[in-house]
């Protein structure tokens, strides 16, 4: 059984660093075709896609948002993090986690962690 | 990026309707389109993936279709526990792009 899970600090203030946690189960992104995106969701609106890393440790970002994301995953291969530098309120969003097969449609989601950003 | 352009916002709908969703690709995509529900306080849901193929466990009055850049979503015979926000995702290329979203509510 796939399952991904999302942490993260819950609030912090503007110009910080934002680190997020994707803890995951049932697979193990050592597996050839595997992939881990973070997608974010501001309230009432619709999702934006930020960043992935593969099975090969190949990253892609999002261009509007390259200059300040980093993600990572642990040498276990059953987590992935994401660090967004210099947030904003504008980084006020539930993000995600999400598995995919080869970049493809995003079969399993986490359940979300909620950030705000506010001073 | 490929801009995917999602229609309607919202439908107010009745129960038994037939609805359809619309998500038009800026570029070509070829089939790689998925749907996604989503209810309140949850996370998304695949409900369509490769612009018309099934998810497992998705109910059957689900289908999805694609004429040229347009790419729809159905759904036949609408029941109460189909509403929500609907998405479209295009993973041709990174990065992906969402539709806007199409929130469904009962009349």
């Known amino acids: 059984q796939v399952t991904l899970k999302e942490s993260g600090p819950g609030m912090l203030q503007p110009s910080k660093t934002l680190s997020l946690t994707c803890s995951f189960s049932?697979?193990?992104?050592?597996?050839?075709?595997?992939?881990v995106s973070w997608i974010r969701q501001p309230s009432g609106k619709s999702l934006e896609w930020l960043a992935a890393?593969?099975?090969?440790?190949?990253?892609y970002y999002n261009p509007s948002l390259k200059s300040r994301l980093t993600v990572s995953k642990d040498t276990s291969n059953t987590q992935v993090f994401l660090k967004i530098t210099s947030v904003d309120i504008a980084d006020t969003a539930t993000y995600y986690c999400?598995?995919?097969?080869?970049?493809?449609?995003?079969?399993?989601w986490g359940q979300g962690v909620m950030v705000t950003v506010s001073s | 990026d490929i801009q995917m352009t999602q229609s309607p916002s919202s439908m107010s709908v009745s129960l038994g309707d037939r609805v359809t969703i619309t998500c038009r690709a800026s570029?070509?995509?070829?089939?790689?389109l998925s749907w996604y529900q989503q209810k309140p306080e949850k996370s998304p849901k695949l409900m369509i993936y490769?612009?018309?193929n099934l998810e497992d466990g998705v109910p059957s009055r689900f289908s999805g279709s694609r004429s040229g850049s347009d790419y729809s979503l159905t759904i036949n015979s609408l029941e109460s526990e189909d509403t929500g926000i609907y998405f479209c995702?295009?993973?041709?290329?990174?990065?992906?792009?969402f539709g806007g979203g199409t929130k469904l509510e009962l009349k």
């Open positions: 999400a598995r995919s097969h080869y970049g493809s449609y995003a079969g399993y």
């Open positions: 049932g697979f193990s992104l050592s597996t050839s075709g595997m992939v």
């Open positions: 890393i593969d099975w090969d440790g190949d990253k």
């Open positions: 570029q070509d995509i070829g089939n790689y």
């Open positions: 490769g612009a018309t």
């Open positions: 995702l295009q993973h041709k290329q990174y990065p992906w792009t």
